[in-house]
T-cell receptor
Framework: DSGVTQTPKHLITATGQRVTLRCSPR?????VYWYQQSLDQGLQFLIQ???????AKGNILERFSAQQFPDLHSELNLSSLELGDSALYFC?????????????FGPGTRLTVL | AQSVAQPEDQVNVAEGNPLTVKCTYS??????LFWYVQYPNRGLQFLLK??????LVKGSYGFEAEFNKSQTSFHLKKPSALVSDSALYFC?????????????FGKGTRLHILP
């Protein structure tokens, strides 16, 4: 158990809908990262927050947004969902802002868009 | 463009034999290098990292990796494979001087240890 929790574990929704994925980092970790894992694209970095502020941005679509709250938990919002958004979404956390710090991954949220 | 390559989609090794999972990178400057493992239906787990110092890095579960600057490689190794090592392995690179701190993951190598 990495200490990172993600909810929900599974999510099934329809095209055009909006969903929110939630992540609680390990105790004491200030950075939260979001990743998308799909069979064709592999593991894609989406975005990082550090102590409430956006730190780095990866291949995140404009339909997606995220935030980190004062208690350091984070939410990833996915809107106008498309079939291609079906994937496993991981959250990870690390102690610092990151270059030397390993990341601890949550168990993921499996999103299925029908 | 900065990238990480794991040239083998799958590696098969007999139990008890040594294993190697390859990783090469193309980044500007000196990177920080990581290996992660993903077991079925689980998130990634950190195995080891190279930041500086000794080129041979030891990590969890008996794994080690060798940083080779001239060949821009960071291959993962284990002297004697176990069936329980069967999983998906990811190499990751964090380039130094990368202003926006992005980490780049390879596509993953599936390791099968045959009993």
């Amino acid at each position: 158990d990495s200490g990172v929790t993600q909810t929900p574990k599974h999510l099934i929704t329809a095209t055009g809908q909006r969903v929110t994925l939630r992540c609680s980092p390990r105790s004491g970790d200030l950075s939260v990262y979001w990743y998308q894992q799909s069979l064709d694209q592999g593991l894609q970095f989406l975005i990082q927050y550090y102590n409430g502020e956006e730190r780095a941005k990866g291949n995140i679509l404009e339909r997606f947004s995220a935030q980190q709250f004062p208690d350091l938990h984070s939410e990833l919002n996915l809107s106008s969902l498309e079939l291609g958004d079906s994937a496993l979404y991981f959250c990870a956390s690390s102690v610092g802002s990151g270059r030397v710090n390993e990341q601890f991954f949550g168990p993921g949220t499996r999103l299925t868009v029908l | 463009a900065q990238s990480v390559a794991q040239p083998e989609d799958q590696v098969n090794v007999a139990e008890g034999n040594p294993l190697t999972v390859k990783c090469t990178y193309s980044v500007s400057g000196n990177p920080y290098l990581f290996w992660y493992v993903q077991y079925p239906n689980r998130g990634l787990q950190f195995l080891l990292k190279y930041i500086t110092g000794d080129n041979l890095v030891k990590g969890s579960y008996g794994f080690e990796a060798e940083f080779n600057k001239s060949q821009t490689s960071f291959h993962l190794k284990k002297p004697s494979a176990l069936v329980s090592d069967s999983a998906l392995y990811f190499c990751a690179v964090r380039p130094l001087g990368n202003r926006d701190d992005k980490i780049i993951f390879g596509k993953g190598t599936r390791l099968h240890i045959l009993p």
